[in-house]
């Protein structure tokens, strides 16, 4: 449906920044669980000219504190199966989001179309419904905790107390209704108008943090990409504050990738992967100078509500968008269907616990919208994935495989993949690590998870447009 949404934006005369906006607007109703209004992400982007630079609109911590026992602040717990894992949710777990002012500021440095066609697909999918997958049917059942908290949510979602089944429709004509508002009076409406008195009206009713200052106050922060080189190519990427990138810059600069010595899913390849994973995991390298002092943990949560979009046309023109609401706090905007964030609720985000962040501050993040450019500085790939703290190590084996082990794009993107946290090396089918790592320290899943993320590429080579879904995550690549 997204990627639908952006092909029909490009062949109605739109550029490819037109189609991502358009795409990003259309997955707050497609991948509901994932991508909201209500949250914040990045896009890193290059145009024609070469100017490239990194859009964040992520999240921001509110600039004033209340007493804590004022918060609504608690835990959900979601069965993932194999374990159960604790999550906080409420009112007082909501940051600022940014998706609205990313939306305006990428349109307005980037687009074409108007903002008022842009909206269009997403509003045609909201009040007609969008059929419910397997894929986010799994999702919502997971995350049932927190969506049947709010009333609204449960009439979406829910029947008669159960979570629709698969092919039901699912519609939310009230985004319609945002959506059009917001096409017509900009993204003020969100942060200072109709929209911000709500928002700041329940939360100061109900315990959370936020304040008319905290929306009003809230701004788009352009970056320069972190820039690196790799086989002969030049990786842009996201920069600090967030860790992602570098993470994914340190990986890719500390194996030994002598393809002449490693041949692709060999026991070697398996070694040295999984030898700088123990050089670039959580206690195993310090990055908490590129965070603030304190921070001890590198995002290494077991799950990620995230989406990512990747576009490239022949031009030159690229952008790599990566966007998470995390769970979700339960709370729906009043007559909006905006699910806000949790970021504040969620662990990896706070180094120093919850409710000791720091206000007024920008969170960090492991996403990692990337670029790969040719010798001539020109995009030839575009990368990026969910997966929380798994995202850069994801990424870095998609490039790996297509750069070092000339592996196609669909092979590289759909290889095994590993990962090793909290001790444990993870591995899917097709890695064995059997006579170098104890069983004890080894998770071999039987098939492809998406906890190994949903990497999404798209490439350009010798004049060729090619793009791959990750089927982890029933991924979409069109080329038109």
Known sequence: MTANTAVQIIKAGGNIFDAAIAAFMASWIAEPCMSSAGGGGFATVCQANGNSQVFDFFCQTPAFKRPVEEVEFFPVLLDFGSTKEAFHVGRGAVAVPGSVAGIFELHKKLGYMPIRELVLPAMEIARAGVKMSDFQHSNVVLLKPIVN??????????IENQVKTTGSLVKMPLLADFLDLIAHEGPSVFYKGEIAKKIVADQKENGGYLTRKDLEEYAVIERSPLTFSLAQHKVLTNPQPSLGGHILMDFLKEGQWNTKKISWLSRSHLRELYRVFQKT????????????????????NKRGSTTHISILDKQGNAISLTVSNGEGCGYYIENTDIHLNNMLGEAALMPDGFHNWRPYTRLYSMMSPSLVLNQEEKP?????????GRIP?????VLLNRFYFDRSLSEAVNAPRTHLQEGIFNEEPGFDSTNFLPNSQVKRWDKKSLYFGGTQVTALENGILSAVGDERRRGVGLVF
């Open 281 to 300: 995991t959580s206690g195993k390298a310090d990055y908490d100078h590129l965070v603030y002092p304190g921070n001890k943990e590198s995002g290494n």
């Open 380 to 388: 030839e790939m575009v990368i990026g994935t969910g997966g929380a």
């Open 149 to 158: 908290i709010s009333e609204r949510s449960k009439e979406i979602f829910f």
């Open 393 to 397: 190590y994801a990424i870095a084996q």
